[in-house]
């Protein structure tokens, strides 16, 4: 059984910086997709980056644009992921979910996605 565990979460000033982790067990996590998303309150759930599985035995890293050039998406060995999150503004308040699916296409879509963590919380106050 999948397990995703996320620790990180917390209240920043804006302008701040936050590291997210995220660790997995239970499952075959070297080839998985692993990644971020975000939910606001009375928002849908929105992409942020993931890590992806590629032929060449690597990992590569998306990103919203939204996030492009703040965050940092790291793959750390086979089962765990960070998010470096800098320059933090209010309208990264959000609840973060860690992700992880087998591979695929579409990994920006939530749907793809079949193993999912319990969620940490992010607050930027302005």
């Known amino acids: 059984q999948v397990q995703l565990v996320e620790s990180g979460g917390g209240l920043v000033q804006a302008g701040g910086s936050l590291r997210l982790s995220c660790s997995g067990s239970?499952?075959?996590?070297?080839?998985?997709?692993m990644g971020w998303f975000r939910q606001a309150p009375g928002k849908d759930r929105e992409f942020v980056a993931t890590?992806?599985?590629?032929?060449?035995?690597?990992?590569?890293a998306y990103y919203a644009d939204s996030v492009k050039g703040r965050f940092t998406i790291s793959r750390d060995g086979i089962n765990a992921i960070h998010l470096q999150m800098n320059s933090l503004k209010p309208e990264d308040s959000a609840d973060y979910y860690c992700?992880?699916?087998?591979?695929?296409?579409?990994?920006?879509?939530?749907?793809?996605?079949?193993?999912w963590g319990q969620g940490t919380q992010v607050t930027v106050s302005s």
């Open positions: 239970g499952g075959s996590f070297r080839t998985y997709d």
């Open positions: 890590t992806t599985w590629s032929a060449g035995a690597t990992y590569i």
């Open positions: 992700a992880a699916r087998v591979g695929g296409t579409d990994h920006y879509s939530k749907s793809a996605y079949g193993y």
